[in-house]
């Protein structure tokens, strides 16, 4: 069966710090991982995805993830935060790609303060 | 991307009556649709994978005489909560996959249901 764990609920940073947001997987084959946002009352859009290709992923609004196998890791990346990026991120994962079910974690909320 | 709709985006109703909330792919055809329920502040769970043309496929726990969901085109997804109780307010979101071609699934905007 595959799971993803976000570690922390609530992510704060200050304004124009480093973002880390955690995610761990498990997952009996190789995964597909993706990384979304969901700001308020609205669904989900995608900021980046993992599917075997390089490790470390670039996506939109300047975010980025790595892929590291021996830590079953997907950790999420921002080297400066902006206003903007508060909101509700989750981590999933998928045996078939974006054509697979979505196994989502329980997602971290991020806070910018000014 | 591609974009998906949901109607209404918010609904309420009174417990004992049924809703019905449509999934619209705009702009291409989805080969296949989910449904998700998102509880406040917690994660979004797929309730059922609809392929068009075919019976949906429910997940563990979901009651399908309760939740009815209808593929009947490749550009509409229909779920119908029947008999609705206070339990089942929540967030329903509806995601779509166009085939080949498509690196991901696009999610619509979310229907807020709320049963009195």
């Known amino acids: 069966a595959q799971s993803v764990t976000q570690l922390g609920s609530h992510v704060s940073v200050s304004e124009g710090a480093l973002v880390l947001l955690r995610c761990n997987y498990s997952?009996?084959?190789?995964?597909?991982l993706f990384w979304y946002v969901q700001y308020p009352n609205q669904g989900l859009q995608l900021l980046l995805k993992y599917t075997s290709a390089a490790t470390l992923v670039k996506g939109i609004n300047g975010f980025e993830a790595e892929f590291k196998k021996s830590e079953t890791s997907f950790h999420l990346t921002k080297p400066s935060a902006h206003m903007s990026d508060a909101a509700e991120y989750f981590c999933?994962?998928?045996?078939?790609?974006?054509?697979?079910?979505?196994?989502f974690g329980k997602g971290t909320k991020l806070s910018v303060k000014p | 991307g591609a974009v998906v709709s949901q109607h209404p985006s918010w609904v309420i109703c009174k417990s004992g009556t049924s809703v019905k909330i449509e999934c619209r792919s705009l702009?291409?055809?989805?080969?296949?649709m989910f449904w998700y329920r998102q509880f406040p502040k917690q994660s979004l769970m797929l309730m059922a994978t609809?392929?068009?043309?075919?019976?949906?496929?429910?997940e563990q726990g979901v009651e399908k005489d309760k939740f009815l969901i209808n593929h009947a085109s490749l550009t509409l997804s229909t779920l119908t909560v029947t008999s609705a109780h206070p339990e089942d307010s929540s967030f329903y979101i509806c995601?779509?996959?166009?085939?080949?071609?498509?690196?991901?699934?696009?999610f619509g905007p979310g229907t807020r249901l709320t049963v009195l």
């Open positions: 609809s392929n068009e043309g075919s019976k949906a496929t429910y």
């Open positions: 995601s779509a996959w166009g085939g080949r071609g498509y690196n991901e699934q696009f």
């Open positions: 702009d291409f055809q989805a080969t296949t």
């Open positions: 999933a994962v998928s045996k078939r790609g974006s054509q697979g079910n979505l196994i």
């Open positions: 997952s009996s084959v190789p995964p597909y």
